[in-house]
T-cell receptor, first 114, second 116 residues
């Protein structure tokens, strides 16, 4: 069975601080995919990143970066120099081998205070 | 804008009623997925259709059903509604290049269902 754990329910920081959102996953599959989605207050789910299990390179996109470590089954997300517009609920998700469905974590509510 | 459209945005109905949620996938996407987001269950996969055929089922109640039409739009039918069915229902779509690849799923804006 697939499982995603986002242990941080809520995080609150002051603008311009760096913040890391943790994601730990469980799967027995050798091939799998990991995702991050953002859900702003307006409610839609916005795709941020997709990573397959064979690509452990860290990725940076502007102020966003992702650290994938198979050894610890983690796929953490860091926002550098946070901004108020980053306030949202962030979801980590997993898809296993041969399955397209996403298994989501419970989400982390991030609040960036001015 | 993800390119996935869902109607209606909001739906308020009474217990015991039946409703239909509609989804149009992104142009070129063959797979449509339905997810339910509720406070107690979080985001849960309900069902997937690929090019008109059911491909995968999650924790979808028997009172719920879905279909995908030849033009690839999909409908989720919820019947005998209960208070606990109140949730945000998302539709997502993906290209779906094959069983061994999980393509990115792009989500619609959701339909917020309130059962009174």
């Amino acid at each position: 069975a697939q499982k995603v754990t986002q242990a941080q329910t809520e995080i609150s920081v002051v603008e311009k601080e760096d913040v890391t959102l943790d994601c730990v996953y469980e799967t027995r599959d050798t091939t799998y995919y990991l995702f991050w989605y953002k859900q702003p207050p307006s409610g839609e789910l916005v795709f941020l990143i997709r990573r397959n299990s064979f690509d452990e390179q860290n990725e940076i996109s502007g102020r966003y970066s992702w650290n994938f470590q198979k050894s610890t089954s983690s796929f953490n997300f860091t926002i550098t120099a946070s901004q108020v517009v980053d306030s949202a609920v962030y979801f980590c998700a997993l898809s296993g081998q041969g399955a397209q469905k996403l298994v989501f974590g419970q989400g982390t509510r991030l609040t960036i205070n001015p | 804008d993800s390119g996935v459209t869902q109607t209606p945005k909001h739906l308020i109905t009474a217990t015991g009623q039946r409703v239909t949620l509609r989804c149009s996938p992104r142009s070129g996407d063959l797979s449509v997925y339905w997810y339910q987001q509720s406070l107690d269950q979080g985001l849960q996969f309900l069902i997937q259709y690929y090019n008109g055929e059911e491909r995968a089922k999650g924790n979808i109640l028997e009172r719920f059903s879905a279909q995908q039409f030849p033009d690839l739009h999909s409908e989720l039918n919820l019947s005998s509604l209960e208070l606990g069915d109140s949730a945000l229902y998302f539709c997502a779509s993906s290209v779906d290049r094959g069983a061994d690849i999980t393509d990115t799923q792009y989500f619609g804006p959701g339909t917020r269902l309130t059962v009174l």
